[in-house]
């Protein structure tokens, strides 16, 4: 129905940056939000950037400064470009699609993630 892939991680020094790609695709319509998220082994999945279909961006408190999401419609994508990245910032990255279904309630979508490793 709706897919999402994700891709750009990679292993990155700190300091360093490093911008992601969701490319999403299947039955899309009537998008509410598109958004990142990451885990990391034994953690919990949090929100780290949020872009609604209006264009309003929201960030997690850790990244504020250091990420910026931004979306094209036309090819239905969605970018984080991570500045300034911290050994912290190690985790899988999901891609995350909310849309209205046909019935009016909202529908949500994960990628299958992309791995981004902070090291030196």
């Known amino acids: 129905q709706v897919q999402l892939v994700e891709s750009g991680g990679g292993l990155v020094q700190p300091g360093g940056s490093l911008r992601l790609s969701c490319a999403a695709s299947?039955?899309?319509?009537?998008?509410?939000?598109m958004g990142w998220y990451r885990q990391a082994p034994g953690k919990q999945r949090d929100v780290v950037a949020r872009i609604t279909s209006d264009g309003s961006t929201m960030y997690a408190d850790s990244v504020k400064g250091r990420f910026t999401i931004s979306k094209d419609n036309a090819k239905n994508m969605v970018y984080l470009q991570m500045n300034s990245l911290k050994p912290g910032g190690t985790a899988v990255y999901y891609c995350?699609?909310?849309?209205?279904?046909?019935?009016?309630?909202?529908?949500?979508?994960w990628g299958q993630g992309t791995q981004v490793t902070v090291s030196s």
């Open positions: 995350r699609l909310t849309m209205n279904s046909s019935w009016g309630t909202l529908l949500g979508y």
């Open positions: 299947g039955s899309i319509r009537s998008i509410s939000a």
